[in-house]
């Protein structure tokens, strides 16, 4: 099992940057493959934002964000960031920390979320 945190939200003017953080721990948190960033906006589905893979640090980002934003972990892989530049009214969402593991096919393990606000 993985717990998830998230932190790292809150309110910036448009062109600001925040970086949210993700803390994992419980039993197989050194199993996770791969995990990511999701965000949800009012009145919108949740969609993908980024993801890093564990093993090799390999990234992938959504169009949306690419250029912008930067997904990294830290050196004892039990820590997430997402690192949000030049950032836009569009990015407004509650953001989700997510986990897959070696047995996992798809992101089964989830953060509270934490709301990022961009003003105009």
């Known amino acids: 099992q993985v717990q998830l945190v998230e932190s790292g939200g809150g309110l910036v003017q448009a062109g600001g940057s925040l970086r949210l953080s993700c803390a994992a721990s419980?039993?197989?948190?050194?199993?996770?493959?791969?995990m990511g960033w999701f965000r949800q906006a009012p009145g919108k589905e949740r969609e993908f934002v980024a993801r890093i893979s564990w093993g090799g640090g390999n990234t992938y980002y959504a169009d949306s964000v690419k250029g912008r934003f930067t997904i990294s972990r830290d050196n004892a892989k039990n820590t997430v960031y997402l690192q949000m530049n030049s950032l836009k009214p569009d990015d407004t969402a509650v953001y989700y920390c997510?986990?897959?593991?070696?047995?996992?096919?798809?992101?089964?393990?989830w953060g509270q979320g934490t709301q990022v606000t961009v003003s105009s």
């Open positions: 419980g039993r197989t948190f050194s199993s996770i493959t791969f």
């Open positions: 997510a986990a897959r593991t070696t047995s996992d096919l798809e992101y089964n393990y």
